[in-house]
């Protein structure tokens, strides 16, 4: 399993309401990644860290928020979920090195905004 | 900026047939490529990259810089290759950002 796991697996909110996903790894891995997984859109990427407290934006950042404050946790916030962010989340880590830069993935968490 | 095409949403093959998934890039630096694969209810899991230039489960990929390609090539599918494949880019030097394309649905009927 790589050693990274998603949670919670599943969830049903309200809209409006703040939701944080967690991802955690025991690898010490560089790099963490979150994207959202939609029919048509495959994986888009909402965020990334390249270490404690470094992130930047991906493609679809908005109405997200993310926080690395160690190694081992990046935490994704939607601040006031909205129906349009119900989807499937999937958390990456990579090691970065060059020459060994294979992505493992988590199990994925399952969102749904009512 | 970082881009990957996959032109095909879906793809339905014969067992035995040949089978190529499409990718595009666009990137103006040097490109790291990979393809992953996902089978049905479990994770994104790698199948191969162009650095290492190996053969997994007999699919094969060149990256063509001319082109700026990496199609996925299997010589004869098997009903196991059903699955969702995406094509990934990164930078060499092991930089941050990982992009994928929309994936392709490849069906391999009996």
């Known amino acids: 399993d790589a050693g990274i796991t998603q949670s919670p697996r599943h969830k049903v909110t309200e809209t409006g309401t703040p939701v944080t996903l967690r991802c955690h790894q025991t690898e010490n891995h560089r790099y963490m990644y979150w994207y959202r997984q939609d029919p048509g859109h495959g994986l888009r990427l909402i965020h990334y860290?390249?270490?404690?407290?470094?992130?930047d934006k991906g493609e679809v950042s908005d109405g997200y928020s993310v926080s690395r404050s160690k190694t081992e946790d990046f935490l994704l916030t939607l601040e006031s979920a909205t129906s349009s962010q119900t989807s499937v989340y999937f958390c990456?880590?990579?090691?970065?090195?060059?020459?060994?830069?294979?992505?493992?993935f988590g199990q994925g968490t399952r969102l749904t905004v009512v | 900026a970082q881009r990957v095409t996959q032109p095909e949403k879906l793809l339905s093959v014969f067992k035995g047939a040949p089978v190529e998934l499409k990718c595009n890039y666009s990137?103006?630096?040097?490109?790291?490529l990979f393809w992953y694969v996902q089978y049905s209810r479990q994770r994104l899991q790698l199948l191969l990259r162009?650095?290492s230039r190996e053969s997994i489960k007999g699919f094969t990929a060149d990256l063509n810089k001319g082109e700026t390609s990496f199609h996925l090539k299997k010589p004869f599918a098997q009903e196991e290759d059903s699955a969702m494949y995406y094509c990934?880019?990164?930078?060499?030097?092991?930089?941050?950002?990982?992009?994928f394309g929309k994936g392709t649905k490849l069906t391999v009927n009996p």
């Open positions: 990456a880590i990579r090691k970065g090195v060059r020459g060994n830069t294979e992505a493992f």
């Open positions: 990137y103006s630096g040097s490109p790291e």
């Open positions: 162009h650095i």
């Open positions: 860290s390249y270490g404690v407290k470094d992130t």
């Open positions: 990934a880019l990164t930078s060499q030097g092991g930089s941050e950002k990982l992009v």
